[in-house]
């Protein structure tokens, strides 16, 4: 049985940090690229960013690039997300999923074939 087991996330305040892994089992991670979602409270899941089976190629929306970082090590088959300087609007369940897709399609959530069960972070002000 496949899955995208995440841990991590909790309440911080603006400017603090938070890490998020995402360990799969049953599968081989080191075959799929990575996503990582969210879904802030009313609104839609979104495209965060992404990170190639091998991590040589990484994705980031503008809104977290140069404070998000995606990593992975593929010998314990576990992709995190380091979230830094957070701010209040990054509040949300966050989610990984696992793709084998091409980096121009990373942001299409219907390509992804597994997800993780997401894990809330919530920032205040």
């Known amino acids: 049985q496949v899955q995208l087991m995440q841990s991590g996330g909790g309440s911080v305040q603006a400017g603090g940090s938070l890490r998020l892994p995402c360990a799969a089992s049953?599968?081989?991670?080191?075959?799929?690229?990575t996503g990582w979602f969210r879904q802030a409270p009313g609104k839609e899941r979104e495209f965060v960013g992404g990170?190639?089976?091998?991590?040589?190629?990484?994705r980031y929306v503008d809104s977290v690039r140069g404070r998000f970082t995606i990593s992975r090590d593929n010998a314990k088959n576990t992709v995190n997300l380091e979230l830094n300087s957070l701010k209040p609007e990054d509040t949300a369940v966050y989610y990984c999923?696992?793709?084998?897709?091409?980096?121009?399609?990373?942001?299409?959530?219907?390509?992804?074939?597994?997800w993780g069960q997401g894990t809330q972070v919530t920032v205040s002000s």
């Open positions: 049953g599968l081989s991670f080191r075959q799929y690229s």
């Open positions: 999923a696992a793709t084998k897709v091409v980096f121009s399609s990373w942001h299409e959530q219907s390509q992804y074939n597994y």
């Open positions: 990170i190639s089976w091998n991590g040589g190629s990484k």
